[in-house]
Every structure is written in structure tokens, then in C-alpha cells.
């Protein structure tokens, strides 16, 4: 079964960055899109991104277009989320999903993906 690790959070000031990883053992991270999700106490998970297998297409969410960037280096098996400006409203867990394609009506669903890291902490503040 394919699992994924996400790293790479931690506490960030307002205006800071981070760079958070999914990276997957044992199975070629290549082959699926991936996509990435964020939960905030008391609030739904919320898809915020996707990557398909080669790269080749990208999509986010309009709460983080033009601040967050999906990437992924399949020779590394990894995918990655940069993530500039941060506010105190980005603070939440972080988390990567594989098994579903990056289709713009349908990626944000989580209920669609059947492979879950663990998750990653991202809190900002001064």
C-alpha cells in the first residue's frame, strides 16, 4: 500500500516560508498526481493544490494562488509545496493525498483519495 510522508512544517513568523515534502517509500511517487490538503482546528479539510504524475499541470485553490507552489522531483520520489507569504490564517496540518487525477471539479474532494500521509504542522505566528 502506497504511503506518504509529508515534512517540513513547523512555526513561521507572518511573511516567512516553508517548503513542505511528501515523499513515499518503497512505491514510484511518479505514477500518481498528487494533491495537497490542509485541516485548521474546527474547519473541513480544504484541497489546496495538485500536481499530476509528470508536472506537466499544476492547480490551486483561490486561498492560495500566487503564494503557494506544487512541484515534484520524481527522481527524488518527492512532491513538494513552497509556500511564501505565510499568514496566520495558513495555520493548519498539512497533508499530501495520491489516487485520484487533478481534475479541476473534483481534486479538492478529499473523499476521492485513498492514500493519506500523516501530516505535517504549519503554525504562523509572531
Known amino acids: 500500500q502506497l504511503q506518504l510522508v509529508e515534512s517540513g512544517g513547523g512555526l513561521v513568523q507572518p511573511g516567512g516560508s516553508l517548503r513542505l515534502s511528501c515523499a513515499a517509500s518503497?512505491?514510484?511517487?511518479?505514477?500518481?498526481?498528487i494533491a495537497w490538503f490542509r485541516q485548521a482546528p474546527g474547519k473541513e479539510r480544504e484541497g489546496i493544490s495538485c500536481i499530476n504524475s509528470s508536472g506537466s499541470s499544476t492547480m490551486y485553490a483561490d486561498s492560495v494562488k500566487g503564494r503557494f507552489t506544487i512541484s515534484r522531483d520524481n527522481s527524488k520520489n518527492t512532491v513538494y509545496l513552497q509556500i511564501h507569504s505565510l499568514k496566520p490564517e495558513d495555520t493548519a496540518v498539512y497533508y499530501c493525498a495520491a489516487g485520484h487525477a487533478c481534475y479541476s471539479s473534483t481534486y479538492t474532494d478529499p473523499a476521492r483519495y485513498a492514500y493519506w500521509g500523516q501530516g505535517t504542522q504549519v503554525t504562523v505566528s509572531s
Open positions: 518503497e512505491f514510484t511517487l511518479g505514477y500518481y498526481p
